[in-house]
């Protein structure tokens, strides 16, 4: 942003000069970019607003100005968007004299800022008066017109600075907590993740064990499968025997192998 220091020590922030065609991609420069449309030609804003946005905003914000004509040259369709965009905030479907501030490409809020033309007029007169009182007093001329005019936009300069304020500074905190919850977001998703591999490998783990005790290798048949799973229920059927302590051996046996196949057939769909 280019500055310049007047002869009171203040800095002077020039905004870019935007035309129709360049005020796209201008809208996206910055986090933050305020736009000043000025009623009749390019205007150089009310420094003392600009100046309260760039103390707080840092490089985060962008300064242009346009000129309020410079709309009539729309396109039906430009025309129509510009006119959806401003009547969601609550506006008239026209562009309006004064500040838009954007974040983050959308637009947020209008203020009408400081004073228009024919006031900014009169007022320059006045401080170029007080200036020359001053200066004929002893006081530096540009000093005394500066604190005139400064003191003049103080007020719809803090006015404006504390709506746009509370504007960005709500977006900023809406942002936060959306890269926050995707943050969140992804780590769960990677959390989920890890938690299905280390599932996925306990149980072709338990897969592999279960084919092992079945006897089988993982590339048999389902015939196969359940012709194995019979052949050893009948082979290890407690009923087969009636000592008390083989029969309880058939049994664990048999739990073995049915939860073998259990585990088997559900691996393939079974």
Not at 94 to 105: A, R, S, T
Not at 155 to 177: C, M, Q, T
Request: charged fraction near 25%.
């Amino acid at each position: 942003m280019p500055r310049r220091t007047n002869p009171n020590g203040a800095r002077f922030i020039a905004m870019s000069l935007l035309s129709l065609e360049s005020l796209p991609a201008f809208l996206t420069k910055s986090a933050v970019v305020v736009i000043y449309v000025h009623p009749r030609a390019v205007g150089l804003g009310n420094q003392t607003l600009l100046r309260k946005l760039q103390a707080q905003y840092g490089n985060r914000i962008s300064f242009g100005s346009i000129a309020r004509d410079a709309f009539l040259g729309m396109s039906p369709l430009y025309r129509a968007f510009v006119g959806a965009a401003l009547k969601d905030l609550g506006l008239p479907g026209q562009v309006l004299p004064g500040y838009y501030v954007l974040v983050h490409g959308t637009l947020l809020g209008w203020h009408p800022g400081a004073f228009d033309d024919d006031v900014a007029r009169i007022v320059a007169g006045v401080s170029v008066g007080i200036g020359l009182a001053q200066f004929f007093a002893g006081r530096s001329f540009s000093q005394a017109a500066l604190s005139s005019w400064q003191l003049y936009e103080a007020g719809p300069a803090n006015a404006a600075y504390e709506f746009f304020k509370n504007l960005i500074d709500d977006a900023f905190s809406r942002r936060a907590d959306q890269e926050r919850q995707q943050r969140q977001r992804q780590q769960h998703d990677q959390d989920q993740e890890r938690r299905r591999a280390r599932q996925e490998q306990v149980f072709l783990s338990a897969v592999a064990k279960a084919y092992a005790v079945l006897g089988l290798d993982e590339n048999v048949s389902d015939q196969e499968l359940k012709r194995r799973h019979r052949l050893l229920s009948r082979e290890y059927h407690p009923d087969l025997v009636t000592c008390p302590n083989e029969k309880a051996r058939r049994e664990e046996e048999m739990k073995k192998i049915n939860n073998a196949y259990d585990v088997v057939a559900a691996a393939r769909g079974l």
